[in-house]
């Protein structure tokens, strides 16, 4: 068995023109094909190649020390664009409902003072990484960011920056996501990228990460 590269979900010019087909054929084609597989590469003929991602993600601190940093940075990048994709969408914005939105209120205040958090924590990242929203005890919400390709997963990590947690929202900061586009102008990319929330898709990882707590 081996990790594989998922469809996208839509066409390379389904978000236009907030993200252009080019970028997306880039991101998904060269960028995230080529984490799966430098990540196959890494984990061949060990049982880490047996394993969902998000649980190699989850367990980084076990992968033997001479594989860990191809596996966090390789896995992390696959982990982090199957999430993208699914939490995009042509028919995204607007905002959440149901229960994600009552928690987002409750602990950010309002939906406009989540995005205004989660912008800062995207725009605030020097230089690669991502910016995330995560379920931390099943129900409570945090947002968070990270370097590279490491995600909230990832326990047991030194230089680990971000606060632990199930992804439920993700967004990639590095500049192959939106230089072709927006050049240096990561505050418009994100912007932009807020209308492209597949907000059903967000509810539903939410849901997720609540009952396997309640479970
Ligand atoms: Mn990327």
């Known amino acids: 068995?081996?990790?594989?590269?998922?469809?996208?979900?839509?066409?390379?010019?389904a978000l236009e023109p907030r993200i252009d087909a080019r970028t997306m054929e880039i991101h998904h084609g060269k960028h995230h094909a080529g984490y799966v597989?430098?990540?196959?590469?890494?984990v061949e003929g060990t049982n880490w190649a047996e394993l969902p991602v998000a649980d190699v993600c989850a367990r980084i601190d076990e992968?033997?020390?001479?594989?860990?940093?191809?596996?966090?940075?390789?896995?992390?990048?696959?982990?982090?664009?199957?999430?993208?994709?699914?939490?995009?969408?042509?028919?995204?914005?607007?905002?959440?409902?149901?229960?994600?939105?009552?928690?987002?209120?409750k602990h950010f205040d309002s939906f406009d003072g989540f995005k205004k958090r989660f912008t800062e924590a995207?725009?605030?990242?020097?230089?690669?990484?991502?910016?995330w929203l995560i379920a931390v005890n099943g129900g409570d919400l945090a947002v968070t960011s990270t370097k590279n390709q490491d995600n909230p997963l990832m326990t047991g990590l030194d230089d680990f920056e971000g606060k632990n947690g199930t992804p439920l929202l993700g967004l990639d900061v590095w500049e192959h996501a939106y230089y072709l586009k927006y050049q240096n102008r990561r505050p418009d990319y994100i912007e932009a990228w807020w209308s492209?929330?597949?907000?059903?898709?967000?509810?539903?990882r939410f849901a997720d990460a609540e009952s396997l707590v309640s479970a």
Do not use: C, Q
């Open 196 to 204: 492209l929330v597949d907000w059903d898709a967000v509810a539903r």
């Open 63 to 105: 992968v033997p020390a001479e594989l860990r940093t191809a596996v966090r940075n390789n896995g992390g990048g696959h982990f982090n664009h199957s999430l993208f994709w699914t939490i995009m969408g042509p028919k995204g914005g607007g905002e959440p409902k149901g229960d994600l939105a009552a928690a987002l209120k």
């Open 37 to 42: 597989k430098k990540l196959n590469a890494a």
């Open 1 to 13: 068995m081996s990790f594989t590269l998922p469809d996208l979900p839509y066409a390379f010019d």
């Open 122 to 131: 995207a725009t605030g990242r020097f230089g690669s990484g991502w910016a």
